[in-house]
């Protein structure tokens, strides 16, 4: 469950009902219930039907809410039976909320456990169990959102402060983590750069290659084009995009090829924003031989850093390039797949396919 959750980076922080939902998190069922427009259909946080997409679910406190709102239950998990949240999924949901509406104000885990009544080693406690991760991970990536929203629109140290980051130093080690540069390049968005892109059909959907005149920058799989296009806008907003490109030809090929089987590894030109520890952890992902597979722990060891395993999933989470680099071929310590930024069912084909040759 850890490392799952850990590489669901693009999932809202503070969106904790999703994230549930995401992690089929049991121990909600009772607490609340999701709508899924496109089937008409509601359900529990632990269904074990086919996660939707996000844009098309609603929540709701009640069965007889989603009645209302024009939901029928769903026959596979029964939601309209009596079901009761587990103290910890509630006490999870109070402190989510805490940390949403006061991350920016500087709050401590601490103070929240306080005012839940709770020890600060209870409230960690309950959060790994869950949703296996750290409640000062979440203040962490709630900060980090609120930064990126802030900057757009001021400047980096003003953003910093109104975001709830006590110090410059702070904002810089979580922005290295979590967004992949410094803050003020962030903030520039990609200014005076051009990037080209196109997206093709592939075995997994629509792929979408982008590239500077340096060499490629992202390597994503969505189910639309227009998911697609607003990914690489929201990253790059500052930077001159257009889509084509003669040169994206040849990286477009290679890359469907390794869908299809070929074993070479891939040697594209890339250009890559990130900390010295994500080039080291993705440089050893295009390590691992094709067919073969690591635990996150195996990765830490090779780059001399053994207690890095959380750092290392973090790396594998924000790594801008499906397939090139890959981090599909790094598995959870019991052999499970974990997560995938693209999702895990995309990654459980690549391997089985991988398996085979």
Not at 140 to 150: A, G, P, S, V
Not at 177 to 193: F, L, N, S
Not at 327 to 336: E, F, I, L, N, T
Request: glycine letters at 8%; a positive charge; one cysteine or more.
């Amino acid at each position: 469950m850890e490392m799952a959750f850990r590489e669901q980076t693009t999932t809202a922080a503070n969106d904790w009902q999703w994230l549930a939902v995401k992690n089929k998190a049991g121990a909600f069922d009772g607490l609340f219930y999701f709508g899924v427009r496109t089937t008409g259909v509601f359900c529990r946080p632990s269904c074990a039907s086919r996660q939707p997409k996000r844009e098309n679910v609603s929540f709701f406190r009640t069965p007889k809410e989603a009645e209302r709102a024009g939901f029928r239950p769903c026959k596979r998990c029964r939601p309209e039976l009596e079901y009761f949240p587990g103290t910890r999924a509630e006490l999870v949901a109070k402190a989510f909320e805490q940390i949403r509406n006061d991350a920016a104000d500087g709050v401590t885990i601490e103070k929240i456990a306080q005012d839940l009544g709770v020890s600060a080693g209870y409230l960690q406690r309950s959060f790994r169990s869950e949703l296996g991760i750290s409640p000062k991970e979440l203040l962490d990536m709630t900060r980090i959102e609120n930064f990126k929203e802030n900057v757009r629109a001021s400047d980096v140290t003003t953003s910093l402060y109104e975001s709830g980051f006590g110090s410059s130093r702070a904002l810089y080690e979580k922005a290295g983590e979590r967004i992949g540069m410094t803050p003020a390049t962030y903030k520039k968005g990609g200014k005076d750069e051009m990037i080209r892109y196109t997206i093709a059909d592939s075995r997994l959907g629509k792929l979408m290659v982008a590239a500077t005149e340096k060499g490629v920058c992202q390597v994503s799989f969505g189910d639309t084009e227009d998911e697609l296009r607003e990914e690489l806008t929201g990253e790059f907003f500052a930077a001159k995009i257009e889509e084509g490109g003669e040169s994206l030809a040849d990286a477009v090929s290679a890359i469907l090829r390794s869908l299809d089987g070929e074993t070479a590894i891939l040697t594209l030109p890339l250009d890559l924003r990130a900390t010295a520890f994500q080039m080291r952890v993705w440089s050893e992902l295009r390590k691992i031989p094709y067919g073969e597979r690591r635990s996150y722990a195996e990765v830490a060891e090779k780059i001399g850093n053994p207690k890095a395993v959380r750092a290392v999933a973090r790396a594998c989470a924000t790594n801008p390039i499906a397939l090139v680099t890959p981090c599909h071929r790094v598995v959870a310590s019991d052999g499970k797949l974990a997560g995938y930024r693209w999702g895990v069912e995309r990654k459980k084909q690549i391997l089985d396919r991988e398996g085979r040759k």
